[in-house]
């Protein structure tokens, strides 16, 4: 029987999302634990579990919209849509997915003065024939959710849904929203290139030291400390750390992308904060200029339903407009860093032509019988 | 003659002197030098410049583009 979290795990791994993973003395005094303490308990965790400890990017600071792509694929091309979106230098997330179609979701972070070409570059997809549709939500940036005590029974060690109370009380949340969740005026270029190298290794590995970094750059560690603190920190471009685990087992369980669609500002607000400490909630993102919402949900596979069956329930009552999602494969899910390449002298270099020939090429390659079309 | 003497002898100090701070101002601009030309400016690329430089953009078959993360789940 694969091992299991106990209220203690939890505890930390949730003081870990909000406190951040590189000061664990730091962790512990805030969880009131000896530092010692905390230490002996993360390897044992990290031994037993699936836990990865990365770094999330403010992006807009950085110049960057969120895409949130939802690519449905041309029957017999499944594969070749995911090599196709993997072409866009841009991408940061891509998944297969499957449910109300087979395709693929991906998350980029595209140069704000290149949308358009963005946008050309999805229906350039859909007009060689690799994809039957492409949509695309632009989103502000998605917020980290860390809860994972609440709703956890101590004594059984297990989650207790409490579907019913979540949703009587999402009247009376609040209707401000984290800085995260509401759409930004503009999209500053607030780092330079130290600044980026150094997120992208801790969106790799947000435990990794000031040396190593510095060590890869050829600077001094001082130097990286000055960026991390005065730069990343100061001007809000590093906006939180993210613990990834498998709290509710890998093969019980299954990751969701939601969009939620309501008639008010207000009713989303207030559902989106019901959400803020959910243990079912990884992360939200707000679809700009839209009374929607993107949720990364999370859900053992018997709770689904109970999640589904209230959500009709808010339709039913007139909080909730409409609702649609997508499952997770985890079997071909792919993410990379921010693509700090392509940035130079401050600004990031968007090659909308050389996306534009590389899926030509891989369609030309991969089925030319559409290539021919 | 004693004030000639010192006279001299002053003129040899200063002489002195005005070679020790000489000195002491190239030694100081030599090494300031030395360590600009060692150590990389913050904007140094080292190992990545090297890389993105032998696959440069315009051959369109590299796909350098971030490095991959080991974890399957959506980040934020």
Known sequence: ?373 | MWDEKTKNGGEKLNLKTALLLLMIFFASTVTTITMAIKSPTPDGFSATETAFATHSLESGKVELAGDPIDNPLVGS
């Open chain 1, 1 to 373: 029987m694969p091992p299991k979290f106990d209220y203690s795990d939890l505890r930390i791994l949730e003081g870990l999302g909000k406190y951040g993973p590189r000061n664990v003395t730091g962790v512990a005094r805030k969880l009131g634990l000896p530092a010692e303490t905390l230490r002996k308990k993360l390897k044992r965790l990290t031994s037993q579990f699936f836990l990865k400890f990365n770094a999330n990017i403010y992006h807009t600071y950085l110049g960057l919209k969120k895409a949130l792509v939802f690519a449905e694929a041309a029957p017999g091309y499944e594969d070749l849509l995911f090599n196709c979106l993997r072409q866009n230098d841009f991408w940061i997330s891509l998944v297969r997915c499957y449910g109300t179609f087979e395709g693929c979701v991906g998350v980029f972070t595209v140069p704000n003065d290149h949308c358009v070409e963005f946008e050309q570059f999805l229906e350039e997809m859909v007009k060689l024939g690799a994809a039957r549709k492409n949509q695309v939500f632009w989103c502000t940036c998605f917020h980290a959710i860390h809860s994972r005590c609440k709703w956890f029974d101590r004594k059984s060690k297990t989650w207790n849904f409490r579907w019913d109370k979540w949703i009587e009380k999402i009247p009376n949340e609040d209707t401000e929203l984290p800085y995260t969740l509401v759409d930004p005026k503009d999209f500053p270029i607030k780092g330079d290139y130290t600044d980026v190298f150094i997120l992208k290794e801790l969106e790799k590995d947000a435990t990794t030291s000031f040396t190593d970094i510095a060590k890869m750059l050829g600077v001094s560690p001082q130097l990286i400390g000055y960026h991390y603190r005065s730069h990343l920190i100061k001007r809000g471009i590093l906006e939180s750390f993210e613990v990834a685990d498998f709290r509710f087992g890998t093969t019980t369980s299954n990751f969701f992308f939601f969009l939620f669609k309501f008639d008010s500002a207000e009713k989303l607000n207030k559902f989106a904060s019901s959400l803020l400490d959910k243990p079912f909630v990884r992360t939200l993102g707000k679809v700009l200029g839209q009374n929607a919402l993107y949720g990364y949900i999370y859900l053992p596979k018997p709770e689904f339903r109970g999640f589904i069956d209230h959500l009709s329930k808010l339709i039913r009552t007139g909080f909730l407009q409409s609702y649609s999602y997508a499952i997770q494969d985890l079997q071909k899910s792919s993410r990379q860093t921010i693509s700090y390449e392509y940035f130079r002298h401050g600004a990031w270099i968007y090659d909308h032509k050389k996306h534009v020939h590389n899926i030509h090429n891989l369609v030309k390659q991969n089925a030319p019988e559409l290539h021919t079309n």
